[in-house]
C-alpha cells in the first residue's frame, strides 16, 4: 500500500470549482471516481490524519497511489460525467447496484421473426421486452395463461416450433384457441407480430382501452344477433378483467411512480423499488450492496438514482412522473434535471410524508428489511470464511501479501491432441469471470503438462510487462484533461493486473515450470504454488515437502474451488477444440473460403461430391462466389472440369497472395471470455 502523502496534491494545485476526481491504483486501475463542488476542500479531506478517517475511507486512500480531477462548468456536468466514469471504469471502492437475477420478468422476444411471450431470469438480452420483475413466477404463468386467450401469440421454444412447422400441425395451444399457429401459416408474420405488440400494450398499462373497444364489439355482435361471437368477446372481456384486477390499487388511478425503500447497516445496504403505473404495482426489484465507501443516506440516494435510470431505455422501464424515496438526493436541484433530461418532461423527486404514498413507503421499506435480514442470514458466514480463506493462506503459504487477486491455470488435452489451458481469476475470494482467458498450446509446448504450463504463464506474464512499458512510455498520469484513459486510451487492457498469487493445477513438475517461467521474465514478487489433486497437498517452489493444510481449513477450500473452476473451464474449452476438429470439411482448405461462403457453397450444391463435379459457370452463379474463389474451390477439391489453363493461370497469382500470408495464431492465442478478442 501506498503512503498517501507520496502523491498528495499540493493545495494551491486544486482548483476551487466543481469537477470529478479519481484514484488509481498502482496499476493505474481506477478504483474511485467522485465528484464534488469544490475540489481543493473535498480533495484535501481525504487527506488528513488517517486516525480521522473512517475505515473503507483509509483502505481507499492507502490503496491508491495517484489521484486526478477533471474540472467541469457546473453541478450538473460532474454529475453526469461521475456517472459516466463509474459505468466505464467499474471502480471497486464505488458502490455497485446489481440487480438480484432470482427475479422472474414476464419477457417478449420482439426482436424474432415469431415473437414468444415467456418466464425469463437473469441478464436481459437486445431486442425483448420485459415486464416485472414479480415475486413468483406462477403468478406470471397465470396471467400469461389467461391472456393468451385474448392475444393468442407464441408461446412455445424454439424445437416445439420447428417439429410443428416440419410436421405441418400446430401444437395443443394452436387447437384449443390460444396460438394463432404461425408455424404452420395461419397468421402471416406481420399479424402475429400486431398480436405480440398488442401483448405488450397492454403489460405496459394500456388495458382499459382493449376492454373498451372489446365491450363494443360485443354490443354490436348482441344488435347483429350473433349470439356465439358475443359469448366469445364476454369471456375475452371476463379474462382481461381478471388479469387487470390481479393487482392491488394502492394510489390513484393516475399517478406513475417508483416507490424507493432502503435498509442498511454499517456494512451494506438493502434497496428495494415498487413499480406504481396507473395507480397499480406493475412491478418490483430490490438490490444488496456492500457500503465500499463511506456515503450518507442522501449520497447513497444520488449513487442509486444514477445508476438505476443511467440505462433506463427500454420503454417498460421508463423514468415515470414521481419519484418517491427515503431521503431527498445530496444535489437534489442536479439530480431532477439530469432525470428531467432523460425523460424529456419534467419529474418529481420527493420523500412522502403522509396519506396513501407514505403508507406505500413503508411497505417498501419493509420489505428492503426483510431483504436485508434474508441477505444476512444466507450470507453471514460466506462473507466471514472468505476473510478468513485469504488470511490462513498467507499465514500457512507464508505470502507477503494477502492473496487478494489469485490466477489459477489448468491444462486439459486427450492424450496430448487439441491440447488448451485456462486462466480463471479470484479476487477477494470471488470469481471474476470478466478476467478469464483460454489458451491454445502447440508445437514443443504442447509435449507435455510442464512445457504447456512454462507456456502459458510465460505468454500471460509477458504480455504483463509489454503493457507495463506501455504505460511507462505514455509518460505521468495528467491532471485533468478529457474523460478518455490517459493510459489506455479508453481501452481496457488485456493482461495488466498482475495477482498476489499464482496457483497450478499440479505437483513440483507444474511449480517448478512456473516458477521458472517468471524468472525467465525476470519477476519475483508473485508466489507460486501447486495443488495436486490426489492428497490436496500444496507445493511451493524449491520444497521437499508440501504444505498440508487442514481438511476443514477454510484457505484450502477456497483453493479447491479456484482449483476446479479452472479444470472446469479448460475442459470445457478443450470439447469445444475437440468437436471442432471433428467436424473438419475438405473445404476448410480451400483459401479464402470464409464460413459464409462456405454455407452458402453447400446450400446451393447440397454436398462436397456435387460441389466437386460442378463446373466454373455453376460456381460463380453463388452469390458471393468469384472466378478467383471458384478456381481456388475447384483445385482444392479436385474438380474434373477445372482445366489446366484456369488451374495455371490462378495458381502464380494465389502462390504470390499466399507468400504474404501470416499465421493467424489462433491456435496459440489467449481470448477475452467475455468479449472473444484475440489477446496473444
Known amino acids: 500500500m501506498a503512503d498517501p502523502r507520496t502523491y498528495r496534491p499540493k493545495t494551491g494545485e486544486i482548483p476551487t470549482t466543481p469537477g ?102 437473469g441478464d436481459k438480452q437486445k431486442g425483448t421486452r420485459y415486464f416485472g420483475p414479480y415475486s413468483q413466477a406462477w403468478a406470471i404463468r397465470d396471467t400469461v395463461d389467461t391472456l393468451l386467450r385474448v392475444f393468442p401469440m407464441r408461446s412455445c421454444s424454439g424445437g416445439v416450433f420447428r417439429r410443428a412447422k416440419q410436421a405441418g400441425r400446430p401444437c395443443l395451444l394452436g387447437y384449443i384457441g390460444k396460438c394463432s399457429a404461425p408455424c404452420v401459416g395461419r397468421v402471416t408474420p406481420e399479424e402475429h407480430r400486431d398480436i405480440a405488440q398488442e401483448f405488450c400494450d397492454f403489460m405496459a398499462g394500456k388495458q382499459q382501452p382493449f376492454i373498451t373497444e372489446l365491450e363494443k364489439k360485443m354490443h354490436a355482435a348482441v344488435a347483429e344477433l350473433d349470439y356465439e361471437r358475443a359469448a366469445t368477446l364476454r369471456d375475452d372481456i371476463g379474462a382481461l378483467t381478471k388479469a387487470f384486477t390481479k393487482n392491488a390499487v394502492v394510489l390513484k388511478e393516475s399517478v406513475d411512480a417508483d416507490v424507493f425503500g432502503i435498509a442498511q447497516d454499517e456494512l451494506e445496504a438493502a434497496v428495494q423499488v415498487f413499480h406504481v403505473r396507473g395507480g397499480r404495482i406493475r412491478g418490483q426489484r430490490g438490490w444488496v450492496v456492500e457500503k465500499v465507501d463511506d456515503s450518507d443516506d442522501a449520497e447513497l440516494i444520488e449513487q442509486l438514482l444514477q445508476q438505476v435510470y443511467g440505462d433506463a431505455t427500454r420503454e417498460n422501464e421508463r423514468i415515470p412522473r414521481q419519484v418517491l424515496v427515503p431521503e431527498l438526493p445530496a444535489d437534489l436541484e442536479d439530480v431532477t434535471s439530469w432525470l428531467s433530461g432523460l425523460r424529456g418532461s419534467h419529474v418529481a423527486v420527493s420523500v412522502p410524508k403522509r396519506g396513501d404514498k407514505a403508507a406505500l413507503a413503508d411497505t417498501v421499506r419493509e420489505n428492503a428489511v426483510q431483504s436485508l435480514r434474508l441477505h444476512k442470514s444466507r450470507r453471514a458466514g460466506d462473507l466471514t470464511t472468505r476473510s478468513a480463506a485469504l488470511q490462513e493462506l498467507q499465514d500457512a503459504l507464508e505470502l507477503t501479501d494477502s492473496p487478494l487477486r489469485i490466477e489459477c491455470y489448468d491444462i486439459s488435452h486427450v492424450q496430448g491432441t487439441n491440447v488448451v489451458a485456462s486462466m480463471v481469476v479470484f479476487e477477494d475470494g470471488l470469481a471474476k469471470k470478466s478476467d478469464y482467458r483460454k489458451f491454445g498450446i502447440n508445437g514443443d509446448a504442447a509435449r507435455d503438462d510442464t512445457a504447456a504450463m512454462y507456456d502459458v504463464i510465460h505468454r500471460r506474464f509477458r504480455n504483463y510487462l509489454t503493457e507495463q512499458a506501455e504505460r511507462a512510455a505514455s509518460g505521468p498520469v495528467p491532471r485533468g484533461g478529457a474523460g478518455v484513459d490517459p493510459v489506455h486510451g479508453g481501452a481496457r487492457p488485456k493482461f495488466a493486473y498482475p495477482p498476489n498469487l499464482v496457483v497450478v493445477d499440479g505437483g513440483p513438475p507444474q511449480v517448478a515450470a512456473a516458477g521458472r517461467a517468471l524468472a525467465d521474465l525476470g519477476i519475483t514478487d508473485i508466489d507460486v504454488v501447486g495443488l495436486a ?107 474434373p472440369s477445372l482445366t489446366e489453363g484456369e488451374s495455371t493461370a490462378r495458381s502464380g497469382a494465389e502462390d504470390a497472395e499466399g507468400d504474404g500470408a501470416t499465421d493467424g495464431g489462433t491456435e496459440r492465442a489467449a481470448v477475452n471470455v467475455s468479449t472473444g478478442e484475440l489477446l496473444d
Open 20 to 121: 470529478v476526481y479519481r484514484f488509481r491504483d498502482q496499476h493505474g486501475r481506477v478504483i474511485y471516481v467522485g465528484k464534488a463542488k469544490n475540489l481543493r476542500s473535498r480533495l484535501n479531506s481525504y487527506f488528513a490524519s488517517p486516525r480521522t478517517l473512517l475505515p473503507k475511507t483509509r483502505t481507499m486512500v492507502f490503496s491508491a497511489s495517484s489521484v486526478e480531477w477533471t474540472v467541469v462548468g457546473s453541478e450538473f456536468e460532474a454529475l453526469q460525467l461521475e456517472y459516466t466514469w463509474i459505468k466505464e471504469y467499474d471502480p471497486r471502492f464505488n458502490i455497485a447496484f446489481k440487480d438480484d437475477k432470482s427475479y422472474p420478468y414476464l419477457a417478449i422476444t420482439m426482436g424474432e421473426e415469431f415473437p414468444r411471450v415467456q418466464v425469463m431470469r
Open 533 to 639: 489433486k490426489r492428497l490436496e497437498e500444496v507445493w511451493v517452489p524449491d520444497s521437499e515437502f508440501p504444505v498440508i493444510l487442514p481438511r476443514a481449513s477454510h484457505g484450502l477450500f477456497l483453493l479447491q474451488r479456484v482449483r476446479d473452476e479452472a479444470h472446469r473451464f479448460a475442459i470445457t474449452f478443450h470439447r469445444q477444440r475437440r468437436s471442432a476438429a471433428m467436424t473438419a470439411s475438405e473445404l476448410d482448405d480451400v483459401p479464402g473460403l470464409g464460413p459464409v461462403k462456405r454455407k452458402a457453397l453447400l446450400k446451393a450444391f447440397g454436398s462436397v461430391k456435387k460441389l466437386r463435379a460442378a463446373d466454373l459457370a455453376e460456381l460463380t452463379a453463388v452469390p458471393g462466389v468469384g472466378q478467383a474463389l471458384a478456381i481456388s474451390v475447384m483445385r482444392t477439391l479436385g474438380s
